[in-house]
């Protein structure tokens, strides 16, 4: 026998006594706990107090009928599918519609037969049941899409991130590419270079920030990427920031990305160098070049390893080495202000000074051949050889540009070959092949000086620089920056320009007569 708790409970709704008896001693006999009110008012107290499974109704009662409580009942959202079964003896059409409108699933005629009443009790509990479970059924499912929909959707989100962050990476893979003909191996057995190379295997197995130093041209990103390669990181990306090629305001979305929306024309998020870095290097470049307001947020990541994206509160936290690069003196730039001393400390733990060109001369043929070999396999063609005074003259030249100035007189020279011997000559830029230079002119190797000649024939070489510098400066008007600058044409950095000039002792009337040359 059931718990009394389990039995399905009737109000009887009726202010006719024997009506009263009959339905209570037959559905009592049924097993159904039965209550019952005499009048709508107290039904209405009742079902509000107690809600039953069941109401057996009576139309016309004292107080307000049956159609009004009915009303009443089905406006309260909690009752609004609980069974409600008309009593009446009315037989009129019209009453049942009025039955049916005030809200009732059904009624029964008066006077009573037991086994229809029973009927159809069992028939709107039993209905009342499987609503009830496919209702609970339907809040379950409910429960579960949303569930799914909110794993779907923070997975679709994590999708996105990923595929954001692939497509970033594969576009700096992409660049790395295509300019890794560029970068190739470190070549030289100078005593200057052993020594910074030395550092490198000292430095790169560890996780130690390191900062390396060196005139623009002289090699830093293939320093770093020695760094990267020599240690437990080579299976993760080096990213790479020139930091003096990016906007004061993108340089921050470049290295922490930024979420949509953080400001106008951030359509989507996007990736920034840290966290494509993660588990990897960061190389910044020209780091001198950071404002100081970006400074003092890389600050925070070097310290803590964690950063906010722009536009975002949500802090990100990664696994970054940091390997800077500079061509100028951070010490003195942080003394005077325009750089933060803190980070400077911060980024000089392990500093690496790389040599110029010329502090190894010892280099320059190993390095000539190597460019001049690439740049025949490059073009189809066969060079044999660099011409002896060629070869003298590029190893007394200074080479304010370094590596990459080299590289570039190299490649231009192997462009214009006619034979299989390279030769070299200043009047055109230092590209000329081998051969007579072209309307007389005098080859480099012809006025260059070796470094085991005198003074004077050093100082000769220095005022050719000078006068081809001073040549590159009128053609620009003076325009130093920019892709019709002087130091575009001399393949060097703005700041080597300035810095040779200085040196050679270049100022505006030299270039500039009427003195109105910008600076």
């Not at 509000?48 to 009303?71: A, H, N, W």
């Not at 029973?118 to 949303?146: F, G, I």
């Not at 051969?435 to 085991?452: C, I, M, Q, R, V």
Request: hydrophobic share 40%.
């Amino acid at each position: 026998m059931k718990e009394v708790r389990d039995q399905p409970s009737i109000l009887v709704v009726d202010d006719t006594r024997a009506n009263i008896g009959f339905l209570l001693e037959t559905l009592s006999q049924a097993g159904y706990r039965v209550r019952v009110a005499p009048d709508g008012e107290t039904a209405l107290e009742q079902i509000q107090y107690s809600p039953p499974d069941l109401v057996l109704l009576d139309v016309m009662m004292p107080g307000i009928d049956g159609f009004e409580t009915c009303k009443r009942i089905r406006k309260q959202p909690q009752l609004s599918q609980l069974p409600v079964i008309f009593m009446t003896a009315l037989s009129d059409t019209q009453d049942k519609v009025r039955a049916f409108a005030a809200g009732a699933d059904d009624y029964v005629t008066k006077p009573f037969q037991s086994e229809e009443v029973l009927a159809r009790v069992r028939t709107h509990l039993a209905r009342r049941v499987l609503e009830t479970k496919l209702e609970q059924a339907n809040r379950d499912l409910e429960s579960r899409v949303a569930a799914r929909t909110a794993e779907l959707t923070a997975a679709l989100r994590e999708v996105e991130t990923l595929k954001s962050r692939l497509q970033q990476e594969n576009r700096y893979l992409q660049q790395e590419i295509a300019e890794a003909a560029n970068l190739g191996q470190i070549i030289g057995s100078s005593p200057a270079l052993g020594a910074a190379l030395h550092q490198v295997s000292v430095v790169a197995p560890t996780d130690t920030t390191v900062l390396i130093h060196g005139e623009t041209g002289t090699g830093k990103e293939l320093i770093a990427r020695a760094v990267h390669e020599g240690s437990p990181r080579r299976e993760r990306p080096m990213i790479k920031l020139n930091c003096s090629a990016i906007s004061a305001g993108l340089v921050e979305s470049e290295l922490f990305g930024h979420v949509k929306g953080a400001f106008t024309g951030a359509t989507d998020r996007r990736v920034g160098r840290f966290e494509l870095a993660d588990g990897g290097t960061l190389f910044l470049d020209e780091v001198s070049e950071l404002p100081l307001e970006t400074q003092a947020k890389l600050l925070r990541v070097l310290q803590e390893q964690e950063f906010e994206p722009v536009g975002s509160s949500k802090t990100l936290k990664v696994d970054v080495r940091v390997v800077a690069a500079t061509n100028r003196d951070l010490d003195a730039d942080s003394r005077a202000g325009r750089f933060r001393a803190d980070l400077f400390y911060r980024l000089n733990v392990f500093p690496i000074d790389l040599p110029p060109l010329r502090e190894r001369r010892e280099d320059i043929e190993t390095l000539a051949q190597h460019f001049m070999q690439r740049m025949a396999r490059k073009l189809g063609r066969r060079l044999d050889s660099i011409d002896p005074e060629t070869l003298r003259a590029l190893k007394a030249y200074s080479w304010p540009g370094n590596i990459r100035d080299l590289q570039n007189t190299i490649e231009r020279a192997a462009v214009l070959a006619r034979g299989t011997t390279l030769r070299v000559d200043w009047n055109l830029g230092r590209a000329e092949a081998a051969g007579a230079a072209p309307n007389g002119s005098a080859p480099l190797a012809a006025s260059a000086a070796t470094p085991d000649q005198s003074a004077a024939e050093q100082q000769s070489m220095q005022a050719i620089e000078r006068a081809h510098m001073i040549a590159m400066l009128k053609k620009t008007r003076g325009v130093i920056e920019g892709p019709n600058g002087a130091a575009r044409l001399l393949n060097m950095n703005a700041s080597t320009t300035r810095f040779r000039m200085k040196k050679l002792g270049i100022t505006r009337t030299d270039y500039s007569p009427d003195n109105n040359a910008p600076p």
